[in-house]
């Protein structure tokens, strides 16, 4: 049946926009490493417009503890800086007037416990969506068959709605696995 096929496309795509957003949000946890991602959503005053970090300047990594932000201007570079200390990341940026370092300090242990904590809490969150994205796809097969669907196409239907479900939260499973373990190497 059609309906169902569309039921089952629905679900797969909420379900990989679950897996994108935790993708997202991982990338965003600090893994002791510089990494321009780490300042992906900084939004800088530019004119008067609140605007993305990455469209006022370019991002480097020169080594594996500083981010280098080079200002496509120079009468930016104040509200950057600016931004960047009000973003509670936790950095200290150091203007030189062309540019901005930010040194990124060693994670303590502490610390790593704490991300790998934020890590596993941003993966939950996932799994409550790929979840819900399997509820709701059941929900709607299941008024097919209120309205006169077979009940082994309905049953079909719900075991290939599970199928995928254990497929995104087992690379769920192994997002946070390899998270973790970026988080736990020194």
Known sequence: MEEIEIYLETAKEMMEKAMSRCK??????????????????LMVDYYGAATPLNQVASLSTPDARTIFI????????????????????????????????????QLTEERRIQLVKQSKGV??????????ARKEANDELRKLLKDGASEDMIKSAEGDVQVLTDQHVKQLDELLELKEKDIMTV
């Open 24 to 41: 997202t949000e991982l990338s965003k946890v600090r893994a002791g490493k510089a990494m321009p991602s780490m300042l992906d959503g």
């Open 70 to 105: 080079k200002p496509w201007e120079k009468s930016t570079i104040q509200e950057i800086e600016k931004a960047i200390i009000n973003s509670n990341l936790g950095f200290n940026p150091q203007n030189d007037g062309e540019s901005i370092l930010i040194n990124v300090p």
């Open 123 to 132: 993966t939950e969150d996932a799994k409550v969506s790929v979840r819900n």
